[in-house]
């Protein structure tokens, strides 16, 4: 791939990534937020995403909760949407109002030139939200196609892992 790449033949820009963001309440009341990419192959050398850089690919604060971003990294960092929704819920949004609003935010700013996001998020509470910028995802290992923004969660209460789909 690399050689056609030098060649100079088209070589279409191969986006597979397998972000794992989460989101963890511990009993004491501190939240954290933690975020893992593969990234995309050809990025320019040094290039940083969005997945280390706090309000970015992940934010949180004990005073209002904790947001995790996947997608197009490049685009995300343009809003620092995990900050932006952890800054709601500090004003009283729920999880779910605050990612909602996000996404609708970003959605007014580019009209019809959206990107892939997802963004998931977790207030003081242990309350959740989740949301996106995608009609469909499929998986690239299973082929199956989920409509919305798939994402899990579990709960002390719960010994079981519980999934949803949120239709963007």
């Known amino acids: 791939m690399l050689q056609k790449y030098k060649q100079g033949k088209s070589l279409e820009k191969k986006c597979i990534t397998d972000t794992i963001g989460l989101v963890a309440l511990d009993k004491l009341g501190n939240i954290a937020a933690g975020v893992s990419t593969s990234g995309c192959v050809f990025k320019m050398e040094g ?37 932006h929704v952890a800054l709601l819920m500090k004003k009283g949004h729920t999880a779910q109002e605050a990612c909602t609003e996000v996404v609708a935010f970003i959605k007014e700013r ?12 977790m207030d003081m509470m242990g309350s959740c939200g989740a949301a996106g910028l ?20 579990q709960t002390e209460d719960c010994n079981c892992v519980q999934s949803w789909n949120r239709k963007c």
């Open 110 to 121: 580019l009209r019809d030139n959206v990107f892939q996001m997802g963004i998931i998020a």
């Open 47 to 83: 290039r940083v995403g969005d997945t280390p850089l706090p309000g970015s690919g992940l934010y949180a604060d004990n005073q209002s909760g904790a947001a995790c971003c996947t997608g197009d990294g490049d685009q995300i960092m343009k809003f620092c949407p995990s900050f």
């Open 134 to 153: 995608i009609e469909n995802w499929t998986d690239v290992k299973t082929k199956m196609t989920y409509n919305g923004f798939p994402y899990c969660m």
